[in-house]
């Protein structure tokens, strides 16, 4: 049976100064992980930072804005020096979500979303998963939303760009698979985070509808990235694995899905 144990493992998560990217970070390097944390706010990076060495953990805060690609992979390039020239693990999960109706929505949201949610995560694969290639194994995990599966008035662009990358997933999977790097994704539901916090309502009529009957906390979320980035899932790979606490014969009613704020 594989391991949960990640001990002398390289992590690297994307968006990992809040929300479910912290919670990811701070499991990660619990279960012996060395972890880079990175983002764009260096206070908020600190902290995670702190907190994980505070539990006996080894991380350091990488700094880069994923919405332009030199400077995605230039953090690249910077997280393999960090890591004494490997990375093991990838967690793509930096994004953002804004609500806008496609007539309403400007270019300069148009850019942003593509540029965080989808190119950033194609611009770190294609530096990092090749050199796990050469070291024969590595893990990606790429974090999703229940979004990308159904059209949600007003989440276009959000659900769109994450579609993307459920559709890389299984592409890279079939690219570096047979190379040793395995290539999965999670695909949450709502979920409470700083990011979402003026959002319960929206949580709530999600979560209503499934036998979980609330919102998941970034934790849960974090434990199943951390499965899919250990040997335990050793032979799971292009994977889309729900995190939505719901059955999966059962559809979202429209009124659930209209986000109310």
Known sequence: MGSLDLTGRVALVTGATSGIGAATAALLAQRGSRV?????????????????????????FVAADLREAQSVRQMARRALDLG??????????????????????????VDAIYALNMKAPFHLVAELAPTMAERGGGAIVNVSTIAAAFGVAGLGLYGSSKAAV???T??????????G????????????????????????ALAAQAPAGRP?????????????????????????????????????TRAACRPTA
């Open 36 to 60: 880079l944390v990175a983002g764009r706010d260096s206070a908020r990076g600190e902290s995670v930072v702190a907190g994980i060495r505070a539990g006996g953990g080894w991380a350091d």
């Open 84 to 109: 004494g020239g490997r990375v093991d693990i990838l967690v793509n999960n930096a994004g953002i979500y804004p609500f806008a109706l496609t007539e309403k929505a400007p270019e300069s949201e």
């Open 170 to 179: 299984k592409t890279w999977a079939a690219e570096y698979g047979p190379r």
């Open 166 to 168: 459920e559709l890389l």
């Open 181 to 204: 790097v395995r290539v999965n994704a999670v695909r949450p539901g709502p979920v409470r985070t700083e990011g979402t916090a003026g959002m319960e309502g929206y949580l709530e």
């Open 216 to 252: 998941a906390e970034p934790e849960e979320i974090a434990e199943a990235i951390a499965y899919l980035a250990s040997d335990a899932a050793s032979f799971v790979h292009g994977v889309l694995l729900p995190v939505d606490g719901r059955p999966h014969s059962r559809l979202l």
